[in-house]
């Protein structure tokens, strides 16, 4: 029998489970006729008949529903916006933002208003800026900073020359759009260009990417056609010769080239700050080496999978920022040479044998040779062997996949590695020497592989089987008891030395494991916190150790004959020590004994202790980097000490290699009361702070002098004398007594204005009573803090803007021009247009006072001094007149000439900010409004000195 539903008011809709477990349908549920109760129940008003389409019923609160059956028709679709809306759209929010979006707007042609925004405005001038936004604030398209026509069709459209019009673009993409040509001549006038995305088109032949801009930063062509990426290149490989040219991109960031039909590379790249490459699915078969040589300090991410790469494979240890790598799915049959800092390695899908040439032999015969890899991928290889040189160096590896090869065993130190968490060894037919349970086990495949032997040498490893007493653990085949002295030896038994050896042992043992730790990595002796007063003689001795691995005996040797050194001493283990950190602890001075130690330092920090002298063996140590930071240390101290003498060694021809090398330099939190002058003449000093500490002036005092067998000065030195830190960035002099800045600030603005170096200037938390106006011409910066000084000259409300903003301010506040030349110019004559002129600029370089429009030089208004100047001149005769005239002329051309040239300036440095690529829209907005503000004045001047000239 069918299971039917029971009666009820309305036709029941069936749930489609149970009509199909049940064979019925909603069809075939019959309709009960209304009862008489039905029929009373229902509203006045109601038809009598229900249909199958419909029904109404009354619900909660007495709303009124509507439900349909299947068999009624859907509704149709909504509406949305047609073609011409979209664009209609996108333009005006382009004359609003310089944003222009046409994406996805099912275009097949480009519209003819992108390239004419202005026009087909209509405005309501009846209406406030609020209630019509189109007035008075419309963009062309020559202020348009972002154009985006992705995912239509444009096949048949034409990209013509008009792109031109968009001097103002930084950021153009064109995605999966069909594009067939495009204008390459016409993009490369486009100078304020920084992102070019054409990936997922259907370009072909050449790109020629050598007529796009230099400051290109991103280029993506991937998903194309292309089979080069110049014209050159299109020749050499017609010619057959393979070479890929060269391209200059000295700007460029990043390059996506992948899914094309490339064949060759250029030879060089010409890209020093090149950090992404991707070829991968392409045709190339050489990786050129010059090629890698020219990002070889930026280059961060190689991708270049399923290729025609083989042999030989290319060296990437050249590449020594290298991090990822993915060169799967080639013809290799050895494995590229990386370098121990690369993350990610991907090989699988090559012909890969063995893995002896993965860190180029660096690992053979090294005991404290280690990788930095996380992630290593050789699956789908020909591999038989897994070297054991190399599995031991991969202590950081949390993931190895070695499926898919013919391995027949895994090296027992792969058991040790301390943070692997997976390894996969599936598909391997010869892997007999394991169980199969155990390969879906990594935890046990490693305590298995740990039953063989015991850890290789060195630090960095997970510790051996503990072993019960009476038992012995088999080490390298040999029977040898387990234990703490020597190399692994411990019978647990109580007879014997065994007790002795480990008392005798701990304290070495302590300073061994942290030597081999700071031997792995960026080679960091790290000794914070450990209440050292003086260098321990087991550190010591252990620093002191010959190097006798391969890292030592072939690493690069670096030679003192400059110095009195001996550039053929043997080779030690102190001198892979890159870095020490000293911080927290109890120095009251550094022993010369940490130096002839690590000879080859290049990294100090001995902060927070008490020290309060310099040791004079540190002149010979290539430091880049000294952090001195809260110690002991005083003025007379640092202006004796070898970084002040070694200054004056400088000026003779001998210079020490602290002298040629420090970069960084924080004596902050110490006894400082005067600056010393001598550190002006560091030439290579990027960094200097000096907060915390009591200076309390900057200008130079003959008083404060020191002996002067040295010749020590104290003060900041002006430029003509020394040469005032040329490459300092950031200068930190917050926090002292500072009430007289000397002339720090005519040394700043003189090192070139917006061509210095210098990036950062704080001065907060001082005494200064006023701000000098001469900062305001050290355009080079980008952060200036002058909040905490007791001036009251600034409101601090100026002091929390930005730092344009600051420096717009003082540069506000300088002294108008001298009287005589404002008297004069008035005096001259008063009916002429350069006497009007004058005055006007002599008012631009006036104080104003306050809010008002007054404005006020020399104590006396323009207005006056001309109407002074007036009366006070006679008119004698037409000679006299006309000689008057002919000076006012001269003096209004010269301020005219000037002017130009200071606007002319002020334009320049706008387009130069306009390529950080680190400005937010909006900034880079209003960077171009204010830009083009003073452009229009450039013009106006312009033209009134050609009339003036002519």
């Known amino acids: 029998t069918c299971l039917m539903p029971p009666p009820s008011r309305f036709r029941g809709k069936l749930n489609p489970a149970f009509s199909a477990a049940h064979g019925i349908s909603n069809e075939s549920v019959p309709t009960p006729a209304p009862t008489a109760a039905g029929q009373r129940r229902r509203p006045q008003g109601q038809g009598q008949s229900r249909t199958s389409s419909s029904s109404s019923n009354t619900g909660i609160g007495g709303s009124r529903t509507k439900r349909t059956t299947p068999s009624s028709s859907a509704p149709p679709p909504p509406t949305t916006k047609s073609r011409e809306q979209k664009v209609q759209a996108a333009l005006r929010t382009a004359r609003l933002t310089g944003r222009l979006l046409l994406c996805d707007c099912n275009l097949t042609s480009l519209p003819d208003q992108m390239f004419d925004l202005r026009s087909g405005i209509e405005i309501d001038l009846s209406l406030d800026s609020s209630s019509n936004p189109s007035r008075g604030s419309s963009l062309g398209e020559e202020e348009l900073t972002s154009v985006d026509v992705s995912d239509n069709d444009l096949s048949e459209a034409l990209m013509d020359e008009r792109v031109e019009r968009f001097r103002s673009l930084s950021v153009f993409r064109a995605r999966r759009s069909k594009l067939t040509k495009v204008p390459w001549r016409s993009l490369g006038l486009l100078d304020c260009l920084t992102v070019l995305d054409l990936s997922g088109n259907c370009l072909s032949g050449s790109a020629m990417v050598e007529c796009l801009p230099t400051f290109l930063r991103e280029l993506n062509l991937s998903g194309n056609e292309l089979t080069s990426l110049t014209t050159s290149l299109e020749s050499d490989v017609d010619d057959g010769k393979g070479d890929g040219g060269t391209l200059t991109m000295p700007h460029l960031l990043s390059l996506d080239i992948s899914n094309n039909q490339l064949e060759c590379l250029p030879s060089a ?25 020219t990002c070889s300090r930026s280059l961060l991410t190689l991708e270049g999978k399923n290729n025609r790469l083989g042999s030989p494979p290319p060296d990437l ?111 391997n037919p010869c892997l007999r020497r394991i169980r199969p349970q155990l390969l879906n086990d990594t935890g046990a495949l490693k305590a298995f592989l740990r039953k063989r032997g015991g850890p290789p040498d060195g630090g960095g490893y997970l ?45 070495t043992n302590k300073w061994r494991n942290i030597v081999n730790d700071a031997l792995v990595g960026t080679f960091k002796l790290d000794l914070r916190n450990q209440r050292l007063n003086s260098l ?59 130096f002839k130690a690590l000879p080859d330092l290049v990294s100090l920090n001995a902060g927070k202790n008490r020290i309060d002298t310099l040791p004079e063996s540190m002149a010979c140590i290539p430091l880049a980097e000294i952090i001195m930071n809260r110690n002991l240390l005083t003025s007379e ?69 020191t002996s002067s067998e040295g010749g020590q000065r104290c003060g900041w030195i002006a430029q003509q004398e020394f040469c005032s830190l040329p490459s300092l960035e950031l200068l930190d002099l917050s926090s002292n007594k500072i009430a007289d800045l000397g002339t720090l600030p005519d040394c700043l603005a003189e090192a070139g204005g917006g061509k210095g170096s210098l990036r950062a200037l704080l001065l907060n938390y001082n005494e200064l009573r006023t701000l000098p106006p001469r900062l305001g011409d050290v355009r080079s910066l980008t952060t200036i803090d002058l909040r905490g000084n007791p001036q009251r000259g600034t409101r601090p409300a100026v002091l929390e803007k930005g730092c344009e903003d600051i420096l717009a301010y003082l540069r506000g506040r300088k002294a108008p021009l001298a009287a005589g030349t404002a008297v004069a110019a008035a005096t001259n004559s008063v009916t002429t247009t ?59 051309e010269k301020m005219l000439a000037d002017r130009v040239a200071e606007l002319t300036q002020t334009v320049d440095d706008f387009r130069m900010k306009l390529h950080n690529v680190h400005l937010s829209e909006a900034m880079k907005y209003k960077m171009k409004k204010d830009m083009a503000k003073f452009r229009s004045e450039l013009i106006r001047e312009e033209r009134r000195l050609r009339s003036l000239r002519g």
């Open 637 to 705: 101290t640092i202006s004796g000490s070898v970084l002040c003498r070694s200054m004056v060694m400088a000026k003779t021809t001998t210079t020490t290699l602290l002298f040629r090398s420090l970069t960084t330099l924080d004596l902050s939190g110490n006894r400082l009361e005067w600056f010393p002058s001598e550190i002006c003449n560091l030439p290579n000093l990027v960094s200097l702070v000096l907060s915390g500490n009591g200076i309390k002036t900057l200008a130079a005092d003959e008083s404060l002098s």
């Open 317 to 427: 240890r050249v590449c020594t920022s290298l991090r990822i790598v993915d060169l799967g799915r080639n013809a290799f049959t050895d494995a590229p040479a990386v370098n121990s800092s690369l993350v990610c390695l991907s090989l699988e899908g090559n012909r890969l044998s063995n893995l002896d040439n993965l860190f180029g032999g660096d690992q053979v015969d090294d005991e404290s040779f280690r990788s930095s890899l996380t992630e290593l991928r050789i699956s789908t290889n020909k591999l038989t062997t897994f070297d054991e040189d190399v599995a031991r160096c991969l202590t950081s590896a949390i993931m190895i996949d070695a499926s898919m090869n013919d391995l027949s065993d895994l090296p027992h130190c792969v058991g040790y590695l301390p943070v692997l968490r997976r390894i996969m060894m599936d598909g």
């Open 269 to 293: 790249l010409g890209a020093p700050n090149l950090q992404t490459l991707n070829f991968s699915n392409n045709q190339i078969a050489i990786l050129p080496a010059n090629l890698l040589a």
């Open 834 to 892: 350069g006497a009007r002129s004058m005055a006007s600029s002599v008012a631009e370089g006036g104080v104003r006072m306050g809010d008002s429009n007054e404005v006020v030089a020399l104590g006396r208004t323009v207005g006056d001094d001309v109407a002074v100047g007036a009366a006070a001149t006679p008119i004698s005769s037409s000679s006299n007149i006309s000689d008057n005239n002919d000076d006012s002329n001269e003096n209004e």
């Open 463 to 507: 510790d051996a089987p503990r072993v019960e007493e009476g038992d012995v653990c088999l080490v390298g085949g040999t029977g040898r008891g387990v234990g703490s002295g020597g190399g692994g030896v411990a019978s647990t038994g109580t007879g014997g030395g065994g007790g002795a050896a480990k008392a005798s042992q701990p304290r």
């Open 536 to 594: 321990p003689e087991g550190l010591c001795n252990e620093l002191s150790k010959a190097d006798t691995s391969a890292a030592g005996s072939s690493g690069r040797q670096r030679g003192y004959d400059d110095d009195g050194g001996d550039a053929s001493a043997i080779d030690t283990v102190g001198k892979r020590i890159r870095r020490l950190d000293l911080s927290n602890n109890a120095f009251t001075c550094i022993d010369g004994r940490w």
